[in-house]
C-alpha cells in the first residue's frame, strides 16, 4: 500500500507557472506507475499526465501537453507536475494517483491509490 500527499497548489495568474509535487509513503515507490488528474468544479476527473515507474515513459493529455512535464524522483519517493503557462480553464483539484499496473495508464479506473488532492486556481 502507498499514501500519497499532494502539495503546492495555489492562486496565480494567466501565464504563470507552478510546481505541484506529491509524495509517497508505504510499499517501494518504484514499483508504482504514477500519474496526475484533475477535478474541476461541476466536472468528471480527468486524465493529466502519466509516467511509467522508471520515469522513462511519459503521456499527457492533449490539453495539456507542451505546457506541462510530469517527472518523479524515485530516490525522493516524489512525482512532480510542473505546469507553465496556466490559462483559467486549468483550474481544478489536482490528484496524484498511483498503481501497479502497466496498461490502460490513462484511466482513471486504473488507479488504486489516491491523494487527497491539491487546489490550483488561475485567475484571468
Known amino acids: 500500500q502507498v499514501q500519497l500527499v499532494e502539495s503546492g497548489g495555489g492562486l496565480v495568474q494567466t501565464g504563470d507557472s507552478l510546481r505541484l509535487s506529491c509524495a509517497a509513503s508505504?510499499?517501494?515507490?518504484?514499483?508504482?506507475?504514477m500519474a496526475w488528474f484533475r477535478q474541476a468544479p461541476g466536472k468528471e476527473r480527468e486524465f493529466v499526465a502519466q509516467?511509467?515507474?522508471?520515469?522513462?515513459?511519459?503521456y499527457y493529455a492533449a490539453s495539456v501537453r507542451g505546457r506541462f512535464t510530469i517527472s518523479r524522483d524515485n530516490a525522493e519517493n516524489t512525482v512532480y507536475l510542473q505546469m507553465n503557462s496556466l490559462k483559467p480553464e486549468d483550474t481544478a483539484i489536482y490528484y496524484c494517483?498511483?498503481?501497479?499496473?502497466?496498461?490502460?495508464?490513462?484511466?482513471?479506473?486504473?488507479?488504486?491509490?489516491w491523494g487527497q488532492g491539491t487546489q490550483v486556481t488561475v485567475s484571468s
Open positions: 494517483a498511483a498503481t501497479v499496473r502497466s496498461t490502460s495508464l490513462r484511466a482513471r479506473d486504473s488507479y488504486d491509490y
Open positions: 508505504g510499499r517501494s515507490f518504484s514499483l508504482y506507475a
Open positions: 509516467i511509467n515507474r522508471g520515469g522513462s515513459i511519459t
